[in-house]
């Protein structure tokens, strides 16, 4: 295939903390009051006031535990992210996404105290969004940090591909955040701090012309 050819794939950050669901307009850039902005590669700072044509580094905010009785909470969950993707040009299709953590340097810091290493929790869930989820340390799968052997992350009806740029061709909704022990020294990890936190997404890919010729045949 041609390197024009080749798909423009966009991730976007969502509010869990937004009650609407952006179900209706999840491959529109600031179509709901539930979009932040458009993931960025490194460390950006999207524009609050243009959050649809800027882009940001997705965060991993509020670590939440409770201090109120006793035990002492081990680790420190943080305020879940959510992302979808979805194809911003038309003339490709992508298939088989395999969601995986490329580069997790930075939750060494962690572990270069004597505590257990730091690590990421993830939760893919079709077309349900989930308002003010929380994710505790264990209650669902981590994410891998090698190449995934099967997909990971579906269209929002749990098909394998996404084919066009309409609501129902976004990925699903997938809910990441970070667990770190308790005792870790503060500070800002990852892009824009010490060390990285880096994701990837594999995919196979083809050109959409075939897919609506084959289709106008039938």
């Known amino acids: 295939m041609p390197a024009g050819n080749f798909p423009i794939i966009r991730a976007f950050a969502w509010d869990v903390a937004e009650i609407a669901s952006p179900v ?51 680790e420190l969950a943080s305020k879940p992210a959510a992302i979808t993707f979805n194809l911003a040009a038309s003339g490709t299709a992508i298939s088989d996404l395999r969601l995986y953590l490329v580069d997790d340097s930075a939750f060494q810091a962690s572990a270069d105290q004597g505590l257990d290493r730091a690590f990421m929790q993830y939760a893919p869930s079709g077309s349900l969004w989930l308002y003010n989820l929380t994710l505790p340390s264990g209650s669902v799968e981590r994410i891998p940090t090698t190449i995934p052997t099967a997909q990971n992350v579906f269209r929002q009806d749990g098909a394998n591909a996404l084919v066009g740029q309409q609501d129902k061709d976004s990925s699903e909704f997938v809910y990441l955040n970070v667990v770190v022990p308790l005792g870790t020294s503060l500070g800002t990890y990852g892009a824009c701090g010490s060390g990285i936190l880096r994701l990837g997404l594999v995919f196979n890919y083809w050109n959409n012309d075939f897919i609506l010729e084959f289709g106008d045949k039938s």
């Open 24 to 74: 209706g307009s999840r491959t529109t850039p600031g179509g709901s009051f539930a979009f932040k902005y458009i993931v960025a590669f490194g460390c950006q700072t999207a524009n609050p006031s243009q959050p649809a044509s800027t882009s940001g580094t997705l965060l991993f905010e509020d670590t939440q535990f409770d201090l109120s009785s006793p035990p002492l909470p081990s």
